[in-house]
Every structure is written in C-alpha cells, then in structure tokens.
C-alpha cells in the first residue's frame, strides 16, 4: 500500500492489501492486464514485467493481498490448488522421502501415488498418533512433511506448532495446505510451517468460478526456487482469473464468519438428529481435538462431516431429497454442497485404504454455504427422514 498505514486486521487488508489506486487513471479496483507481453523501451528496459507466464501485474496484486491474509513475506499464485502441490515436489531430489497425512485430499494422494512415485518415495501416517510420529522420523528419515489439519474428510487434526518443532530439529520441510481454514481462520506460517498452500478455487476465491493455487513462504531460496519452476514449467494462473479471486477475497472476512456460524448450528443441529449416527467438527465439544483447535485455529470453519444412520441406500436417499445443498465435489463457495466422498471425492483413494481411514458408505461431508441458516436446516430436516 501506498501509505504507511501500519498493522492492520485482516478483514482490512483483504481489501486493500495489493489494491493500490491504479496509477494512470486513479481506479479503485486494479484492472485485468488482460496481456500476454510487454513493451520494453530498449533490450532488457522493462518496468517490472516482460511476458505474462513469469508475472503479471493483476496477479501480483492478488499476490500481495494473499501474504498479508497469511502473514508471509512470499506468495506466488498458480493456475490450481494441484499446481501449486506439483511446484512443491519439483523441488525435491531424485529418492527424496515424504511423510504425508493419511487422509489428504483424494488428488495430492494421487499425485504422491500415481505421478511422483517415479521419484520420491512417500510413507502415509496418522499425523494424529503424536507417539507414532518420533518413531515415523526416525524411521522414515522424511525430507519433506505435508499435512493438512482439519483433514478431509475426517476433520482431524495435527498440532502445527509441535511438529514444525519436530521438523526444525530433523531438518525437514514443513507443508501445509491450508485450503479447509482459509488464511482467515488459521495461518500455519506464524505456527512454524515453511509452506503454506491453498487451492484457491475453494474459500479464498469463494464464489465457485475460479480454479486457482497459491504458495506462502518466508524462505528467499524456497521461493526463488518455486518461481523458477512455475516460470520454467508453466502453470502461471490468466490475470482475469488472478482478478475474480482478488475481488473475492474482499469479501473473505464476513464470508468465514458466515460459514463457521452457519456450520457450528448446523452441527449441532446434527448432532442431536436421531437419523444421525455422528457428527465430526471442529467446533464442537464432542470433537476428540476441539482443545486444539480452539487454540491453532480463529475459527473452526465451514465442513461438517458426519455419518448417517444406515448403509449406501439411506446416503443415497438423503442425498436425493435434499434441494438446496446441491450434490457437488468442491467446497468453500457460498453455496451449500454435499458430498459423498466414498463415490466422489476420494474415489480414486483404493476401497481398502477408504475403509481403514473410515470414509464409509453413510458418510456425508457438508460445505455449509452463507445461505440463510433457517433455509439450510429445513432442507437438511426434510431430508434426514
Ligand atoms: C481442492 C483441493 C486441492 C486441489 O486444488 P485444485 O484447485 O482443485 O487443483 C488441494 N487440497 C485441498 C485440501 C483441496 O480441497
């Protein structure tokens, strides 16, 4: 920002943080430089930006406003959530070893799985069991460590700050893909993560039309590492895309409070159903890990996970009834949606594995929209019969 306006709170920066007037005009809103080059004055005389793959300046706009929203000195967006995983596991040697969360998302776990197991090796833990993960260092020798806390769809969680401890003594990389809290209601880079990821097509854009990553660091060699991929291979995201997120961010603040309040009642709405065998979220009391997250989160965000009575028809059934919340993968819009995951989202997770993480055929993973909270309990009481 132009003026030194000193710290400021989030719901402040989202909206201007990276949102100086334009220069020429005086406009309020950044505009798209809907371009793909840029004029130079003579060989090598540039103001900043050559070619739109190695920097644009609407993106670099949203990639100001992002490291203020996590604290970061470093940000870098990518055109989606997997791009900016496949950054990541770019920097790493040939047999380099990864220790990862055993329920990540249904794509980081086929990327780990199905792509890169030509060149790292990765072990899958329950970063929960603190006693397993001593012997898990020990044992593994990992190079890099990626968690995501809450989990999806399970909603456990990991203690930050006590692994990033564990990992600053081994000399491991930390990761954290943060998309589930948003930079809003968690920021693992203060808790001592080195790598925070978001797949922005999720809460940080908001509004479903976006599909977009981004990076947060405070490492120089890390990040110059990262730009150097993401410029050599590509997955720069397009300015108008860099633009909508940075539209949608303004609205980030009053967007989270409005997910977690309509997600808290909703749980416990849940919780108290009697077609309802249980439900898991962070907020609530029942929650093996709600001490933990009161303390490492803001907030405890808008996914509810919780498991219907009966088998895959009365899923099916539920599914079938409901009106508003729409059957759809993705999360973090306004909109509500529901999701099977055992069909859906991690599909490509084997049925083996599914079963012995627990992502069973009755359970149902909701993204709470900001609709109004009346609407959404009716549509869920008309459903749960
Ligand atoms: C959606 C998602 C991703 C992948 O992001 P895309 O933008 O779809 O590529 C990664 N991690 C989590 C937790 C996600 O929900």
Do not use: W
């Given at each position: 920002m132009s003026k030194n306006l000193?710290?400021?709170?989030?719901?402040?920066?989202?909206?201007?943080?990276?949102?100086?007037?334009?220069?020429?005009?005086?406009?309020?809103?950044?505009p798209i430089f809907q371009t793909?080059?840029?004029?130079?004055?003579?060989?090598?005389?540039?103001?900043?930006?050559?070619?739109?793959?190695?920097h644009n300046p609407t993106r670099t706009a949203l990639e100001e406003?992002?490291?203020?929203?996590?604290?970061?000195?470093?940000?870098?967006?990518?055109s989606s959530g997997m791009s900016a995983i496949m950054l990541i596991l770019h920097t790493l040697k040939k047999d380099a070893k990864i220790l990862c969360g055993d329920d990540v998302y249904g794509g980081t776990y086929r990327l780990l799985t199905k792509v890169f197991n030509k060149y790292h090796q990765t072990t899958f833990i329950d970063f929960t069991q603190t006693k397993d993960l001593e012997k898990a260092f020990?044992?593994?020798?990992?190079?890099l460590v990626w968690i995501e806390t809450p989990t999806n769809p399970l909603l456990k969680l990991t203690d930050i700050k006590k692994l990033s401890k564990l990992c600053k003594k081994n000399k491991v990389i930390l990761v954290v893909d943060n998309t589930f809290m948003s930079s809003f209601f968690q920021n693992p880079l203060d808790l001592g993560a080195d790598i925070v990821i978001h797949s922005m097509t999720k809460y940080l854009n908001g509004h479903s039309d976006?599909?977009?990553g981004c990076l947060m660091l405070n490492d120089k060699k890390i990040y110059d590492q990262l730009w150097f991929l993401q410029n050599s291979i590509g997955p720069s995201q397009s300015p108008f895309d860099s633009w909508l997120v940075l539209r949608g961010l303004k609205t980030l603040a009053i967007r989270m409070e409005r997910h977690a309040e309509n997600a808290s009642k909703i749980a416990k709405f849940l919780e108290k159903h009697p077609q309802v065998e249980k439900v898991i979220y962070p907020g609530l009391k029942s929650h093996p890990q709600h001490k933990l997250a009161k303390s490492q989160m803001h907030g405890f965000g808008g996914m509810i996970t919780?498991?219907?009575k009966g088998d895959l028809a009365k899923s099916r059934k539920f599914l079938k009834k409901l009106k508003l919340f729409k059957l759809a993968e993705s999360l973090g819009g306004v909109e509500s949606l529901v999701d099977h995951p055992a069909i859906m989202t991690h599909a490509s997770i084997p049925v083996k594995e599914r079963e012995k993480l627990g992502i069973t055929n009755n359970l149902i993973r909701l993204s709470v929209g900001i609709e109004d909270l009346d609407d959404l309990l009716n549509d869920l009481k008309n459903a749960l019969v």
């Open positions: 000193g710290k400021l709170h989030k719901a402040t920066n989202a909206i201007h943080a990276g949102n100086e007037p334009e220069k020429v005009t005086g406009a309020i809103i950044p793909s080059t840029f004029v130079q004055t003579s060989p090598g005389k540039h103001q900043g930006y050559e070619y739109t793959r190695s406003c992002l490291a203020s929203l996590e604290n970061a000195k470093y940000s870098m967006v990518t020990k044992v593994n020798k990992p190079d976006v599909v977009g919780f498991f219907v």
